[in-house]
Structure formats: structure tokens, C-alpha cells
């Protein structure tokens, strides 16, 4: 018999118990196995419960979850071959290592093949035994946790969890429905900060490609020929500084989805090469010679009219026409006003938990500015107006005072009233900044984005940047 029998339980180690946690159910006949091998691992820190059948074993794993099954091989009322089977069919993640005084080359393998996670003869070495516990148990709570991952990142994401209650947003949901399970690629249309990508993600989530990855890429953010790189890869040597060969996005995407934002702003010969793997599924490494076969469904975001570049010999016709096979127009803000008291609310709740704030309402002198603001960030803007309040809030009810003075109606620029000896120059130039901060702020301090909307080129507007010191925030888009 193994040394641990000997050990009363008694002597359990409380410190380890708390330290591992994980819990093992152990199927054997024999009560004195059961009971060495209960005291072993309760030793070591373990949660244990036996059985001395396999009917018995299996209600228990009907009554609660455990991370590892240490099972008999030779059971009185089954054969631990056809028990391992009945145990995965009931709980698919549980681990399962087999134990038999008849260790035999073909058991072994048998047990092996039917999903054991691995085989121990009696009589075991006690250390060689709690290594292989402690490995099938780290494995079970990884595979768990990546599980729990995956399923609150679907909640989080899950088109039926994008707040709104408007039709038009009804609309939408009906849509992303109907064109999740498809292979189409699909053509996102809206103002920025509408949730474009939000929605991206839902029909992702919901799609047969939801085990694969979803890959999100601002292609307006980086020059042509580093984009290109980024979403095609390239070889070693490619340029001067390809030390290295590294694979692109197309390729983290195989078998999943490629979110292209900001299509609009790609340069023509980009799209070219994006039409390219969109009509043969193929593509070159930058600097290479063979060509890499992928299989990504693609999912374009844009806030530009796309119809009007193609016109005006900016964008593709061609490749429009491969990106608009199903087109969703997500409505601004300001067009569903009725879901701005739900959205209010669902990011007050979000944000109070994330920073264990108590906030829970949202007073009524607060939300009348919020229904007759224009919103021009849409719900990016209205997002992170109530982050703000959130985290300014002392109370349980946001006021009026927590928001900005542009939503209240309040001065928006207050050096006017404070600044009676200053000069017009330096009045101008404090307005100036105001503004360009404001709209930063709306746009999440993309500099391409607030270029575009005051109707500037993105040099003028570093240069205003620049001159009047203004030190722009690396936030992360929505």
C-alpha cells in the first residue's frame, strides 16, 4: 500500500488546499485505494470525493463539476473503458487519467484513444502520480477558463446586447441575423462612432467562423506601403528593415474574419491587391515569390460615401462592387434618439462596475440635454460623456453638472469671460484650441478623422497642433 495510506486525514494541509483548489473525483472499488488516494491529494490541496461504482460515480459528476476523474479500469457493475466514454458525453472538459492493476501496452493505448489524459499503474509512485494530477488539472482550468473568455466576449459582443430599441436599430439586428451565417463579405456604412465595429464583431460571433479569430485593422491609420505589410506579410529583406519574415493579418485570419475600417482612405494600388484576394483567394508576401492560399471572410467599414470616391477615381469600382454585396447603413445617433436613454444607462452600469463606483441613475435634469444634443461622435461621444460623469460622480445620480458644457448649453468658451485684459490674438488663438480639442475628443484623438471633419488637410491641422501646444491622448477606438 502507498505511504499516503498511513496518513490520517487529520493532518491536512489547509495552506495547500487553499493554494490549488482543483477537485477529483475518484471511481474504484476498492476502499483502500480510495481512501490512500483520498489522502494524498487531500494533502496536497485538493477537494475530493470517491465512489465505489461507477454508478455512483457518475451521479456525482451529475451533482457538481470537477476538474479531474482518477478511474478504475476494472469496475463491479462496468468496464472503465465504456465509464470514460459516459463521463466525456456528460461533461465533455472534465479530465479523466485511468488506473489499473492490469497496466498493459494495448489498455494504455485503448485509454488513450478513448480520452484518457493519461494511464497509471497500480502500484503508483506517489510523486509520479501527483505530477500528472497536477498537470491534468492545470489543463482542465485553462481549457475552462479560455471557455469563459470566449463565452463573455460573445456576451459582450453578441449583436442581442448592442443597446437600442429604435426601428431603424431593430432593422439592423434583423440583418446581422440573416447575413452572420453567410460567407458574403459585407459593407459597414456610418458616421464614426456609430459602432461599426461593434457590429463587425456580432456578425463575427455569431457566425460558423466564431472559434476563429476576428482581426480588426484601421487602415487608415498607417501609411499604404506599412499597411500593405501589416495585412499581406512580408519576407526577410524584403525592405530595409524586414529582418525577420513575418506573416500578416490575412494570414492570422484564415478561417476567420478580417475587419478592413476605413476602407476609404486606402490608396488604389492597396486595393488593388485587396481586390485580388478577395476574387482568387490568394496573395504574395511582400517580397516574395509564392503565393498563400487563405480562406478569411472580409467585413469593410467606412464613413465616407464610397459611391462619390469611386465617381471622383478615388476608390475602385471594381472593388466596390466585391465589397457591397450586403451593405448595412448604421444611423447616427441623432436618428435614434429613443435609445439614448437605454445607452445611457447600459454605460452608466458598465462603468460603475469597472471603476466600483455606486452611480445608478441618471437624473432627469441630466438626460433632457442628452436627448437634444446633436451628438456628432454618436455613441462613441455619449459613451465616454458618461465615463466621465461616472468617474466625477460623488453620489448615486448624475447631474447635469457632470456633463460637458457644450451637451449643457453652458459657455462653451469661458476664458471669454474670465480673460477681460487679454488681447484678441491670444483670445482667438485659447478658442482655437478649445475647439480642436473638443473635436479630438469626438473623434477619439484620431488626427485622420478630425482632419476630415473640419475640412482640412491632416498637415494643417498638425500644424495648428503643434503651434498651439496641445498634447494629443492615445485612446483606443471603439
Not at 463573455?152 to 426601428?167: M, P, W
Not at 462612432?193 to 457590429?199: P, S
Request: with cysteine; net charge negative; hydrophobic share 40%.
Amino acid at each position: 500500500m502507498s505511504e499516503a495510506a498511513v496518513i490520517t486525514r487529520n493532518h491536512v494541509n489547509e495552506a495547500a488546499y487553499l493554494q490549488n483548489g482543483g477537485s477529483v473525483l475518484i471511481i474504484d472499488d476498492e476502499s483502500a485505494i480510495r481512501e490512500s488516494l483520498e489522502t494524498l491529494l487531500t494533502l496536497e490541496g485538493y477537494s475530493v470525493e470517491t465512489a465505489g461504482s461507477g454508478e455512483e460515480g457518475l451521479a456525482l459528476l451529475g451533482q457538481r463539476n470537477f476538474d479531474l476523474a482518477l478511474l478504475d479500469l476494472a469496475l463491479p457493475d462496468c468496464n472503465g473503458l465504456d465509464l470514460l466514454a459516459e463521463i466525456h458525453s456528460q461533461d465533455s472538459q472534465v479530465s479523466v487519467i485511468m488506473i489499473t492493476a492490469y497496466g498493459t501496452v494495448e489498455n494504455a493505448v485503448k485509454a488513450m484513444q478513448a480520452g484518457a489524459a493519461n494511464f497509471i499503474q497500480k502500484p503508483w509512485d506517489n510523486e509520479k502520480l501527483l505530477a500528472d494530477v497536477r498537470a491534468a488539472v492545470a489543463r482542465h482550468r485553462a481549457e475552462e477558463e479560455n471557455v469563459q473568455l470566449k463565452r463573455a466576449l460573445k456576451q459582450r459582443y453578441n449583436f442581442e446586447n448592442i443597446v437600442g430599441k429604435s426601428e431603424a436599430m431593430l432593422k439592423i439586428f434583423d440583418l446581422v441575423g440573416q447575413v452572420a451565417p453567410s460567407r458574403s463579405t459585407v459593407l459597414l456604412q456610418g458616421e464614426s462612432g456609430t459602432g461599426k465595429e461593434l457590429i463587425a464583431k456580432a456578425i463575427h460571433l455569431n457566425s460558423p467562423r466564431r472559434d476563429r479569430p476576428f482581426v480588426p485593422v484601421n487602415t487608415g491609420s498607417m501609411p499604404s506601403d506599412l499597411l500593405e505589410s501589416t495585412l499581406f506579410g512580408h519576407v526577410k529583406g524584403a525592405f530595409t528593415s524586414a529582418i525577420a519574415s513575418k506573416k500578416g493579418l490575412f494570414e492570422v485570419a484564415d478561417r476567420g474574419t478580417l475587419f478592413l475600417d476605413e476602407i476609404g482612405t486606402m490608396s488604389l494600388d492597396t486595393q488593388s491587391k485587396i481586390l485580388r484576394v478577395l476574387q482568387d483567394r490568394k496573395f504574395m508576401h511582400l517580397g516574395g515569390v509564392h503565393e498563400v492560399q487563405v480562406d478569411v471572410r472580409i467585413i469593410a467599414a467606412t464613413n465616407v460615401d464610397l459611391k462619390q470616391h469611386v465617381r471622383e477615381g478615388k476608390f475602385r469600382e471594381d472593388l466596390f462592387y466585391r465589397l457591397n454585396v450586403i451593405t448595412i447603413d448604421l444611423p447616427p445617433l441623432r436618428q435614434r434618439k429613443e435609445d439614448i436613454p437605454l445607452l445611457a444607462a447600459f454605460f452608466l452600469d458598465r462603468y460603475s462596475r469597472e471603476n466600483e463606483r455606486t452611480v445608478r441613475r441618471l437624473g432627469p435634469e441630466a438626460l433632457r440635454p442628452l436627448l437634444t444634443y446633436s451628438w456628432p461622435g454618436n455613441v462613441r461621444e455619449l459613451e465616454n460623456v458618461i465615463e466621465r460623469a461616472v468617474v466625477l460622480s460623488t453620489g448615486e445620480d448624475v447631474g447635469p453638472d457632470l456633463l460637458p458644457e457644450q451637451i449643457t448649453g453652458r459657455t462653451a468658451f469661458p476664458m471669454l469671460d474670465h480673460r477681460v485684459d487679454a488681447s484678441l490674438f491670444d483670445i482667438m488663438e485659447d478658442c482655437e484650441r478649445h475647439i480642436i480639442i473638443d473635436m479630438l475628443e469626438k473623434c477619439g484623438w484620431n488626427q485622420t478623422e478630425a482632419a476630415e471633419r473640419f475640412h482640412v488637410p491632416l498637415s494643417t491641422l498638425n500644424q495648428k497642433i503643434k503651434r498651439l501646444n496641445i498634447e494629443i491622448k492615445r485612446k483606443s477606438r471603439e
